[in-house]
Each structure stands twice: as structure tokens, then as C-alpha cells.
């Protein structure tokens, strides 16, 4: 089993930056790819990014390339997303999700969730 917090959202102004954390408790991080998902107002929930277990390879939706980066540090359980330049349309709130066997850009491919940390982007 394993608990997935994410913190870090809030209310920013387009242009502006966030980094979202999400922590992982239970088994040991670096079994899992990690995965950023967000579900705006009235809308699915869609793919943002991905890690592999290993933080080798790394996955991005293309309306989030160029300006959204993920990262982990596996001494502290912890995934990042970097959010650059953001845009009012990125406004949603955002899932961290994990995965022991491999990432994929499917919300179905991922077991474990967390509840998510919203995030408003004024324009």
C-alpha cells in the first residue's frame, strides 16, 4: 500500500510559476513511476506528466511541454512538478498517481492516487 500527498497548489497569476510536491509513504519510492494528472471544472481528467521508476525517462502531455517539469528525489519520496509560464487554462486540480510497473499517459494504468491540490491561474 502506499499514501500519495501533494501539496504546493494555489492561486497564481498567468506567467507565474508553481512547484507541486507529492509525497510518497509505504514501499521504498524508487519502485514506482510516478505520474501528474489534472482534472479541470466539467472535464476529464487528463495526463500531465510522467516519471519511470528510475527517473531516466520522463513523459509529457503537449500542452504542458517546454514549460512543465518533472522530478523526483528519491531520499525524500518526493515528486516534483515544475510549472513555468503557466496559462489560465491550466487551472484544475492536480492528481499525483503511482504505478510499480511502468508509466503510461493512462489515468487506468495507475493504482495508487493522491487527493489532489488545486490550482488557479488568474488571467
Known amino acids: 500500500q502506499v499514501q500519495l500527498v501533494e501539496s504546493g497548489g494555489g492561486l497564481v497569476q498567468a506567467g507565474g510559476s508553481l512547484r507541486l510536491s507529492c509525497v510518497a509513504s509505504?514501499?521504498?519510492?524508487?519502485?514506482?513511476?510516478m505520474a501528474w494528472f489534472r482534472q479541470a471544472p466539467g472535464k476529464e481528467r487528463e495526463f500531465v506528466s510522467a516519471?519511470?521508476?528510475?527517473?531516466?525517462?520522463?513523459i509529457y502531455a503537449d500542452s504542458v511541454k517546454g514549460r512543465f517539469t518533472i522530478s523526483g528525489d528519491d531520499a525524500k519520496n518526493t515528486v516534483y512538478l515544475q510549472m513555468n509560464s503557466l496559462m489560465a487554462e491550466d487551472t484544475a486540480v492536480y492528481y499525483c498517481?503511482?504505478?510499480?510497473?511502468?508509466?503510461?499517459?493512462?489515468?487506468?494504468?495507475?493504482?495508487?492516487w493522491g487527493q489532489g491540490t488545486q490550482v488557479t491561474v488568474s488571467s
Open positions: 498517481a503511482a504505478n510499480t510497473l511502468y508509466y503510461s499517459r493512462n489515468s487506468q494504468a495507475y493504482r495508487y
Open positions: 509505504g514501499r521504498p519510492f524508487s519502485n514506482y513511476a
Open positions: 516519471r519511470s521508476t528510475s527517473g531516466d525517462s520522463t
